[in-house]
Structures are given as C-alpha cells and as structure tokens.
C-alpha cells in the first residue's frame, strides 16, 4: 500500500463546476495536510494547508481533513481553464519536516 | 522578498559523471529539503538540511549527498550519475514546521 494515495486522472470538468480532488494516506499519526498545485513544466505551489479534522476555506478552495477515515480533499469552486493542473496531496511524516506526496491528480477544466 | 531560488535551470550529463545543484531558501528560513520528481510522479524526499547537518534522509543511496552553509543556502551532489537520475530537482525551505516551499527546481538530464 502506498503511503499517500490519489486518482492520477485526468478529472475532467467544465467551467464553472466544482471539482472534487481526493487523497487517503495511510500513516495514522499524521498531522499535517498540504495540497501543492503544479502546472505542467513548473514546481509545485502550495495552496492549502490543514491540520484539524472538517474544512478549511480560502477563497474558492476548500480542504477537507477526515482523521478517522485518513482522508483528505481539495474542492475547487467555479473551476477556471486556469485551474488545470496537476494536484500533489502532501502530508508530513515523522517529527521532522519530511514530505510525503501522492502522485498527483491531473485535473482539466474545459471551457 | 526574494522567493526560493535554483541554480542551476537545465543541465545535461553524461552517464558516471557528477553534478552539483544550488538553492538559496526564502528570506528567514532555515531549512532546506531536497525532492527528486521523476515525470509522472510526485516528489520524493532526497534529505533535509537543519544547522548545517542532514536532520533526515529518503530512501536514496549514498551517492546522493548534500551541504548546507551558514547563510542557510545548500548543495546536492550526486555522484557516478545513472540513467535513472534524470529528474527534477525541486529544494523546498522552510521554517521549522511551518510549510514548505519550492524553487522552480533543476531539470538534470543524464545521458
């Protein structure tokens, strides 16, 4: 089993429409939740970060934490051509600051 | 405020020879992490630099090695390069356990 597990995609959406981004982990102690946006050629940036089980907001994404199920979401709202990327689920590992990341959901938001 | 820098953009290598890769961390971080994304993955923990020491390492074998001097900056050095050490080289810094952030990484092609 992996340790940090996504649909690798492509999740196709129209404009407009929420898009609903999914990751499980498998490392119970864990505490901390990134989600990383990476476009194609570039680095991953950091959109959300989460650490308390329910929902996170900033703007039109919201990041949903569920300790008990060891699941992690990324909704996206209104969803933007620009939007299309890939999405790296991240959650820390051990005491330190060690990152441990899923492959990656390619998401495409055609107009 | 200087972001998370790399040096350097691209770089091509023969099989067996060495590289040597740079990162300047954000302006008042002190950590540096080193990633390895190969295509279609997501980025795999190389190790961590803290006071100059690795604090941590990934699974990766000895001819991976890494510095970090006293204004925080940090080197990879990977030795008798493969094939399969073609990647992107990502850094990501941080301080202590806040998030981490990345450079715009180096692309190593080893032919």
């Known amino acids: 089993q992996k340790e940090v597990e996504q649909n690798s995609g492509p999740l196709s959406v129209p404009e407009g429409a929420i898009a609903s981004l999914n990751c499980t982990y498998s490392?119970?102690?864990?505490?901390?939740f990134f989600w990383y946006r990476q476009y194609s050629g570039k680095s991953p940036e950091l959109i959300m970060s989460?650490?308390?089980?329910g929902d996170k907001e900033d703007g039109r994404f919201t990041a949903q934490l569920n300790k008990a199920s060891q699941y992690v979401s990324l909704l996206i709202r209104d969803s933007q051509p620009s939007d299309s990327a890939t999405y790296l689920c991240?959650?820390?590992?051990?005491?330190?600051?060690?990152?441990?990341f899923g492959a990656g959901t390619r998401l495409a938001v055609h107009p | 405020d200087a972001g998370v820098t790399q040096s350097p953009t691209h770089l091509i290598k023969t099989r067996g020879q060495q590289v040597t890769l740079r990162c300047s961390p954000k302006?008042?971080?002190?950590?540096v992490s080193w990633y390895q994304q190969a295509l279609g993955q997501g980025p795999q923990f190389i190790f961590q630099?803290?006071?100059?020491?690795?604090?941590q390492r990934g699974n990766f074998p000895d001819r991976f090695s890494g510095h970090q001097f006293p204004n925080y900056s940090s080197e990879l050095n990977v030795n008798a390069l493969l094939l399969g050490d073609s990647a992107l080289y990502l850094c990501?810094?941080?301080?202590?356990?806040?998030?981490?952030?990345f450079g715009p990484g180096t692309r190593l092609t080893v032919t």
């Open positions: 991240a959650v820390k590992s051990g005491g330190y600051n060690k990152l441990i």
């Open positions: 490392d119970r102690v864990s505490q901390s």
């Open positions: 989460i650490y308390s089980n």
């Open positions: 630099y803290y006071e100059e020491e690795e604090r």
């Open positions: 302006s008042g971080h002190d950590t």
């Open positions: 990501a810094s941080s301080s202590r356990a806040t998030e981490q952030y």
